[in-house]
């Protein structure tokens, strides 16, 4: 029952209607690339590293540059469960490898930015990026240690697509203190949504 929750609710988010409004044409492009021999886990590979070259680009000050090789990365990331359905090969590990490969693309933009404000002087943004990359990390946590009690976690207002539609676009439009500003508070806003969801899950555990 507690798991059937945490999958309703994440319906109702932005990321859940994205999954749905896009889920077809994901589809047919996986099975596209399935057809060139392209597999899950290479595209999983190279987003990260085409993420990881964009950070640094950011770390450099070429915010736009960095912001569109960001973008792009982040609509292949898209890409890579698509392609395992249609090869009909989905794999725990895939499925670890495209986490793990996540919270380290993510943490590298953040790194790339906070670079870039200490490269400026900018104490500020620094902090902010510390404060983004951690809320960043604890929003994912929540939801893993939540499921590995048995409870659904996917609530809150900024969940990863959610956070990189802010980054990317401030990295383009040359607002990097914005965007990394507004991930640092609503990310962490985000990860106390999903302790509460989760702490009220277990109350309910604990009266029944």
């Not at 104490?123 to 409870?151: D, K």
């Not at 539609?165 to 991930?183: E, H, Q, S, T, Y």
Request: include cysteine.
């Amino acid at each position: 029952m507690i798991k059937e929750e945490g999958k309703e609710k994440e319906t109702q988010t932005f990321t859940g209607f994205l999954r749905k409004f896009f889920n077809q044409p994901l589809n047919q492009i996986g099975a596209r690339l399935v057809g060139w021999g392209i597999n899950a886990n290479l595209i999983t590979a190279i987003g990260f590293a085409g993420t990881a070259a964009g950070a640094v680009l950011v770390s450099q000050g070429k915010l736009l540059a960095g912001g569109l090789v960001i973008g792009a990365m982040g609509a292949l990331d898209a890409l890579d469960g698509a392609v395992a359905r249609a090869a009909g090969e989905t794999s725990l590990f895939g499925a670890f490898l495209d986490s793990v490969c996540d919270r380290y693309s993510e943490l590298a933009i953040y790194t790339g930015i906070g670079w870039y404000f200490l490269g400026s002087g900018n104490q500020l943004g620094v902090l902010l990026s510390f404060l983004a990359a951690c809320g960043s990390v604890l929003v994912s946590y929540t939801r893993a240690r939540a499921e590995g009690l048995g409870m659904g976690a996917k609530v809150g207002i900024l969940t990863r697509v959610e956070r990189m539609i802010v980054i990317m676009p401030a990295l383009i439009l040359n607002l990097p203190l914005l965007g990394v500003g507004i991930v640092a508070v609503l990310a962490n806003v985000t990860a106390f949504q999903r302790i509460l969801h989760v702490w009220q899950q277990a109350m309910k555990e604990d009266e029944a």
